[in-house]
């Protein structure tokens, strides 16, 4: 049997298009439904589309509170179904959220089983667990059949879904949002709902009140997992005004005594968003690398609460500072950024301030007023309608029997007797044989007269909007007084202080063991050191071509001072330089040192010295030590200098006169009161010359005269007498003589 052949295709219909604008349009279009489908949430309800179809999704299986549970199986299937076709584990996944207790500051969803923990442990599969609403989500969709918000077809159109929800909690500061979006992100940490209302109250008096008066109730953010939070009442102030800043927020902690004087911190509550177990394991890696020198041991006694226990490594140990080297290595102490980044009517995303957003949830709450007391009223003039067909019916039942058993047509002869209305005379003819019995003309009228008292109550409702804002007034009461400062749920769980203030110098000690070590260093400038003090170096291996320069004894919880030809000082800490074994590695590997500056001197910094620094040109002066410390790799400038002059000297200042030698070999002694003190500039003349350039310099008590070191490191000598030639004035040529230094160095070094 032959093959078949098939009619040839007829080539579809090709469309040139620029690649360019397929790739924005098509990017643009995914940037959009990531931003409005998925990651910012509605500024009215506070909830994104998953959120929104879970509740609803929820509410259409009657999961109210105190009805039986459901297994999280057959929400997440319906709403997968139905409403959001991504994917069963992500619509679990943010209902599992939505039931955290230590996520969610008010919880939206009831469950039961294993939902996860703060220790950043999995939930179990939803076939196991179950669900329900909490009163808030009852809240949040109260008057959802009542019109309250719009609907809109599904993704395939065989049902509808809200627009919104109606909101009836200030949701979205309550429980807070995170996400990512395309370009912009959001990040809303969550706050105390009882405050929310008082300050969303303040707005309803005066609508034009700013961010900041609003602060009056809005003390910050209220975690559901507790916490402190230190910073200043002026950031906090700006990051809500201006919809962008972060909270420093702290573990609580307190310290208990135990016997014979020990004792120990013990943490009660943790930043939020940060797991228990991470949060240990971090600890006990850090006591392993010997970071925590003040720490003994840690272990985690928690069960339903959280109690952390941190072991000092002695008594005697301050336990403020244990616990802030703690703060600053772990996440016991964490950044929560606000990025008031949200959906402004649904449609376009903003960063707004505390006001706008509150202002954006009553505007909502009016809309959804307004949009019930609609349908209310439709419904009220329906049934008046029904009512008055009823009466008549009641007032005329013989004949309009006698016209539903003899027409073939009741309606049309019911509608033409009685002059009634096509609803009137289908409510008649619907209307069971039995309610003919029961009715009566009292209760019609009855009920008539208290619908259209209602109805005239929403009419004056609907005329006013003063009467509208009272009512919305009346609504938000209701929730804080549901969620006030006296209930368990509503009760502020995190508190504001302000952060302790320590010795910086006693907290990086604290972050490193206190040993002793020696710093090695090449004359190519490679660093390293050796554990302990030790004397003999001789043994050492450098590099080719490469030699000891100096060494000296250290701790390794010293800072070193670096003094370069370009007038800087950088700061190293010797618990980051290499050990002992190899050769090292260069000290431009930890500080940003420009290629054509060189070191002019290293030493330890001890806080509490002066010195004298000096540039080749022969100018300088006297500096602090403090003001030479810095905290960047790129240094501190505190002697200007420009090429091709360059500091080349510096040194302690003990005593009262200041020998200054030039490279022709000159040197002058002056005074050291001639020489003033500065923080940082260019300095004074020191000595003058005419082709040379200044070598070294020194500082020293004319009493006992001068000593330095020669090229072969034998100390060298001159009394007060002997030095009276080269006395004179700051900005003296000086004077040439025998017994100076061949080097023209004094090699004294820093003291």
Not at 12 to 20: P, Q
Not at 273 to 287: C, D, G, M, T, W
Not at 533 to 559: P, Y
Request: net charge neutral; glycine share 8%.
């Amino acid at each position: 049997m032959g093959k078949r052949q098939l009619p040839p295709e007829e080539p579809a219909e090709i469309h040139e298009v620029m690649l360019r604008d397929a790739l924005e349009e098509r990017y643009l279009a995914y940037a959009l439904s990531t931003i409005m489908h998925r990651a910012l949430p509605d500024a009215r309800d506070g909830l994104k589309p998953v959120h929104r179809r879970i509740l609803y999704g929820m509410r259409l299986l009657r999961l109210d509170p105190g009805t039986p549970f459901k297994k999280s199986a057959k929400i997440v299937g319906d709403v997968m179904g139905s409403f959001h076709p991504h994917g069963d584990q992500a619509i679990y996944d943010a209902m599992v959220r939505l039931a955290q207790d230590f996520a969610s500051r008010y919880p939206l969803v009831d469950g039961q089983g294993n939902f996860g923990n703060i220790d950043g442990d999995n939930p179990a599969a939803y076939r196991y667990t179950e669900a329900r609403m909490t009163e808030v989500a009852r809240l949040l969709l109260e008057g959802i059949d009542e019109d309250g918000v719009e609907f809109r077809p599904n993704y395939d159109g065989q049902t509808k879904e809200p627009v919104v929800m109606p909101g009836g909690f200030p949701n979205l500061l309550a429980n807070g949002a995170q996400g990512i979006a395309v370009g912009m992100a959001t990040s809303i940490p969550p706050h105390n709902a009882a405050e929310l209302c008082d300050a969303a109250l303040h707005l309803i008096d005066k609508p034009d009140a700013k961010s900041k008066s609003l602060l009056k109730w809005v003390k910050g953010p209220d975690f559901p997992t507790g916490g402190i939070i230190v910073d200043s009442k002026e950031s906090i102030a700006e990051a809500y005004m201006t919809g962008r800043g972060s909270f420093r927020t702290r573990a609580k902690w307190t310290q208990e005594e135990g016997a014979r004087g020990t004792w120990v911190v013990v943490i009660t509550e943790i930043p939020w968003l940060v797991q228990k177990s991470r949060l240990v394991e971090k600890i006990a890696e850090l006591l392993n690398e010997k970071k925590l020198p003040l720490v003994g041991d840690v272990r985690d006694e928690s069960a339903e609460d959280v109690r952390l226990v941190i072991e000092p490594k002695s008594r005697a140990v301050d336990p403020a500072l244990m616990m802030e080297s703690l703060f600053r290595l772990t996440e016991l102490e964490s950044k929560i950024s606000l990025n008031l980044n949200v959906l402004i009517k649904g449609k376009i995303p903003k960063v707004v301030g505390l006001a706008e957003c509150l202002r954006e949830w009553l505007d909502h709450l009016r809309d959804v007023l307004v949009r019930r007391s609609n349908y209310r009223k439709t419904q009220i003039e329906n049934r008046l309608e029904v009512l008055g067909g009823y009466l008549i019916a009641y007032l005329n039942i013989d004949k309009v029997i006698k016209i539903i058993r003899t027409e073939d047509e009741p309606k049309p002869a019911l509608i033409k007797a009685f002059k009634l209305t096509e609803v009137q005379a289908d409510a008649i003819l619907n209307m069971r044989l039995r309610s003919l019995r029961k009715l009566e003309e009292f209760e019609i009228r009855t009920e008539d007269k208290n619908l259209r008292g209602e109805l005239k109550g929403i009419k004056s409702l609907l005329g006013s909007e003063t009467e509208q804002w009272s009512r919305v007034g009346e609504q938000v009461r209701k929730v804080r007084d549901i969620f006030g400062p006296k209930t368990p749920l509503g009760k502020r769980r995190t508190m504001f202080a302000d952060a302790p203030e320590h010795d910086l110098a006693a907290i990086e000690e604290a972050f490193v063991e206190r040993e002793p070590c020696t710093v090695v260093i090449s004359e190519k400038g490679w660093v390293r050191t050796l554990k302990g003090h030790v004397e003999d170096i001789s043994g050492l291996a450098f590099k080719t071509d490469d030699k000891l320069d100096h060494a000296f004894f250290a701790e390794t919880t010293s800072k070193l001072l670096v003094f370069a030809t370009n007038g800087k000082f950088y700061s190293l800490d010797v618990a980051k330089l290499p050990g002992g074994r190899g050769h090292g590695e260069p000290i431009r590997m930890f500080i940003d040192m420009e290629q054509d500056a060189a070191i002019v001197s290293l030493f330890v910094n001890k806080g509490e010295r002066k010195f004298l620094i000096a540039s080749s040109e022969g100018q300088g002066f006297v500096v602090k030590e403090e003001d030479c410390v810095g905290n960047t790799r790129k240094g501190k400038q505190v002697l200007n200098v420009t090429m091709p002059n360059e500091a080349c000297a510096i040194a302690t200042v003990q005593g009262d006169t200041v020998a200054a030698i030039g490279t022709n070999h000159k040197m002058v002694l002056f005074p050291l009161d001639q020489v003033p003190e500065m923080a940082r500039g260019r300095g004074v003349r020191l000595q003058k010359y005419s082709s040379a350039k200044l070598s070294d310099v020194a500082v020293f008590e004319l009493k006992a005269g001068l000593t330095w070191k020669d090229s072969a490191g034998r100390e060298q000598s001159m009394s007060a007498k002997e030095l009276s030639d080269w006395r004179g004035n700051r900005a003296d040529a000086g004077r040439l003589a025998g017994g100076l230094p061949k080097s023209n160095k004094f090699l004294r070094g820093v003291k």
